[in-house]
């Protein structure tokens, strides 16, 4: 695709060639105009003009100010937002992966559990309030849409047995969880007190499932593994 040809990561599938080009030249400059554009990207005014309406909308660009070059108007200074940001290579998750295997082999994984504890306790008092007065299905929407915001892309959903499922459809996480699965335990018990009772995992990201869906009512606890023992059958479900 386009996107790639210009090295920007397909995040957005809408984004094509001149529109790539674009954001480079915006990444590497810091800011620019119209006219800038044009000329630096050996298009016509009216195509970047065209093409930044469609940036905006997408929400990778925003105007900065206006800037003078001479005699006239100054032009508006357009910049890169920080979702674009996200569209371009970056090293982080692979750094965190090798952090997390290095203290895993020099038997320091409970700096880990230590970490993801501290990180739970912040969640779980950020969060507490958004659920007093709720009742469940207000609460398991109101968990979707938390987990939404924090990349998850949660939604509510209904099997063929009429169960209600949170369904998590993206894992943020995911290289981290290749190396240890301390990331889902604490997940999963932050979603458990949210919503005041144990869960069972049904399907995993991690061992080829589409989601990561929970069921209500487990019978024991799921040790964040993938399996779940005294749980609902583990299966990729059909979802309506």
Same mark, same amino acid.
């Given at each position: *695709?386009?996107?790639?040809?210009?090295?920007?990561? /397909?995040?957005?599938?809408?984004?094509?060639?001149? =529109?790539?080009?674009? $954001?480079?030249? $915006?990444?590497?400059?810091?800011?620019?105009?119209?006219?800038?554009?044009?000329?630096?990207?050996?298009?016509? &005014?009216?195509?970047? %003009?065209?093409?930044?309406?469609?940036?905006?909308?997408?929400?990778?660009?925003? @105007? %900065?100010?206006?800037?003078?070059?001479?005699?006239?108007?100054?032009?508006?200074?357009?910049?890169?937002?920080?979702?674009?940001?996200?569209?371009?290579?970056?090293?982080?998750?692979?750094?965190? =992966?090798? $952090?997390?295997?290095?203290?895993?082999? !020099?038997? @320091?994984?409970?700096?880990?559990?230590? +970490?993801?504890?501290?990180?739970?306790?912040? @969640?779980?008092?950020?969060?507490?309030?958004?659920?007093?007065?709720?009742? #469940?299905?207000?609460? $398991?929407?109101?968990?979707? %849409? &938390?987990?939404?915001?924090?990349? +998850? *892309?949660?939604?509510?959903?209904?099997?063929? #047995?009429?169960?209600?499922?949170? !369904?998590?459809?993206?894992?943020?996480?995911?290289?981290?969880? #290749?190396? /240890?699965?301390?990331?889902?335990?604490?997940?999963?018990?932050?979603? =458990?007190?949210?919503?005041?009772? @144990?869960?069972?995992? &049904?399907?995993?990201?991690?061992?080829? #499932?589409?989601?990561?869906?929970?069921?209500?009512?487990?019978?024991?606890?799921?040790?964040?593994?993938?399996?779940?023992?005294?749980?609902?059958?583990? /299966?990729?479900?059909?979802?309506?």
């Amino acid at each position: *695709m386009s996107g790639e040809r210009a090295g920007i990561r /397909t995040l957005v599938p809408r984004i094509g060639e001149s =529109q790539g080009r674009i $954001l480079q030249h $915006l990444k590497r400059g810091g800011s620019g105009t119209i006219p800038e554009m044009a000329r630096a990207l050996e298009l016509s &005014v009216e195509t970047v %003009r065209t093409h930044l309406r469609a940036l905006g909308s997408e929400g990778l660009v925003e @105007r %900065r100010g206006r800037r003078g070059s001479g005699p006239g108007r100054p032009e508006i200074v357009y910049g890169l937002t920080a979702a674009a940001e996200e569209l371009f290579p970056s090293q982080e998750g692979k750094l965190l =992966q090798d $952090l997390a295997a290095f203290l895993e082999e !020099r038997g @320091r994984a409970d700096l880990l559990r230590a +970490f993801f504890e501290e990180q739970t306790a912040r @969640r779980r008092a950020a969060l507490g309030t958004r659920l007093e007065r709720l009742g #469940d299905d207000e609460r $398991l929407e109101e968990v979707a %849409r &938390v987990l939404t915001e924090e990349g +998850f *892309m949660a939604d509510v959903v209904t099997d063929e #047995d009429g169960r209600k499922l949170l !369904r998590l459809s993206h894992c943020p996480l995911r290289t981290l969880v #290749d190396v /240890t699965a301390l990331p889902c335990r604490a997940e999963l018990e932050v979603v =458990q007190e949210m919503l005041g009772e @144990r869960l069972s995992r &049904v399907s995993y990201i991690p061992s080829g #499932d589409h989601a990561c869906c929970y069921a209500p009512g487990a019978t024991e606890r799921d040790d964040g593994s993938g399996s779940t023992r005294g749980s609902p059958r583990r /299966t990729s479900l059909p979802i309506r």
